[in-house]
């Protein structure tokens, strides 16, 4: 497995092998061959090797103090409230997207 930056392009949450990328988000995975495929076969993801020296954050501490469902405008303060809230709220509008 390597180490990649997966960044959403789009202005939408996108949910692609599992993982939910939240808009203009920039996040760091391990992933194999396959699974990187599959994530840049999306129009809205782009997947690019990640620089060992280079140390990055899924979101600083400000923005965690920050998210908004897209859909409904509910306030979240972690990642893992917003994800669970969009699987069980918007989980239709998303599978449509």
């Known amino acids: 497995m390597n180490t990649?930056?997966?960044?959403n392009k789009s202005k939408r949450t996108v949910y692609r092998g599992g993982y939910y990328f939240l808009p203009l988000q920039t996040v760091t995975l391990s992933l194999n061959e396959k699974q990187r495929f599959f994530l840049n076969a999306s129009s809205h993801l782009i997947v690019k090797k990640a620089e060992a020296e280079q140390e990055v954050h899924t979101q600083s501490?400000?923005?965690e103090n920050n998210l908004i469902?897209?859909?409904?405008?509910?306030?979240y303060k972690t990642t893992r409230?917003?994800?669970n809230h969009l699987k069980k709220e918007?989980?239709?509008v998303i599978k449509n997207a």
């Open 90 to 92: 918007h989980s239709e």
């Open 61 to 63: 501490q400000d923005e």
């Open 4 to 7: 990649f930056q997966v960044i």
């Open 69 to 75: 469902c897209e859909y409904c405008g509910k306030e």
């Open 81 to 83: 409230g917003l994800e």
